[in-house]
């Protein structure tokens, strides 16, 4: 019987980041809803856990005096749903994350958990990446930022060094524009079998990214530039062809690599159409 881990609650970050340093086989915990299940499946039995949703500097959502939006790593995904402060090309993260899981785990779950766990199915990864987002790293040795398109490194596996804690994102300054997050699961709330995340700014600047075929995110400066140049059914497809090229997914449960490898530029023609339609509203 596995004993039960000790459960640290720090209210600073330098405690939290001391505790972590100090303790043998501690791991950090968020929400708990993907480290609780994999607990609870015997797939890892830390020996303590270090709880970082008291500590105020990392929860909440501002806007910097230059426009970027600084979001904290313990922001609940239903906080993130709701803010009026994504607004244009920012706006595919509020969309991604109203369509995670069901009311209560989008209660329970952080963007900064989501993307430390960085499960290939998630609905994050991909929309920070749409949207150039950076991510905040803190560990005792100090602080440094990454861009979040190389933070993902495999299957489950991130930039993070040991002892090293996501405390938030920056996301560049919303552009005039839209943004859409077209997600294909098996039901409502379930993980992705294959997203898509796309930005259009008013500028013609498109970006985006697609989650559920490879270990990271998909994204490619060449997609990029085809959308960019004029978003139809064709470039779709051509953008499409590139992101294919970069797929690597798995067989599994919810699809198999060759549907999801199939599904890509068709989902990016559905989501350059209905992106194109949200603008022709608007306008
Ligand atoms: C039933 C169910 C359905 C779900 N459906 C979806 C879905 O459709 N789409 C989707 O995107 N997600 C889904 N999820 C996952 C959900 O979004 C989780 O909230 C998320 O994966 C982890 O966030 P958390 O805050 O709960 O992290 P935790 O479970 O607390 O932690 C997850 C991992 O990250 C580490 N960690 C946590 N915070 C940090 C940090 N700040 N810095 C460094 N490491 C950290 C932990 O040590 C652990 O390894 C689902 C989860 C469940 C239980």
Redesign the pocket.
Known sequence: MPLSPSLFRPRTLDEALDILAGTPDA???????????MMNAGLVEPAALVS?TRIPELSGIRVAAGGNILVG??TR?SVIAAEAAFTGTASVLPHAASQ??GVA?RN???I???V??A?P????PPALCAVDARVQLAAKSGRRTLPVRDFFADWYTTA?EPGE??TGFEIPKPKSGAGFYLKHARVA????IVSIALSLADDGEVRVAVGGCGPTPLVADEADRLLSAGLSAETACRAGEVLIALANPVDDVRGTAEYRKLLIPRMLARAVREITATRKKVA
Do not use: Q
């Open positions: 791991r950090p915990i968020s929400g708990g809803a993907s480290l609780v299940a970082l790593a313990a995904h995670i899981a785990v329970m779950g952080t900064g958990g989501a430390a766990h499960d199915g998630l609905d994050f993070l804690i996501v709330g379930d993980f992705a």
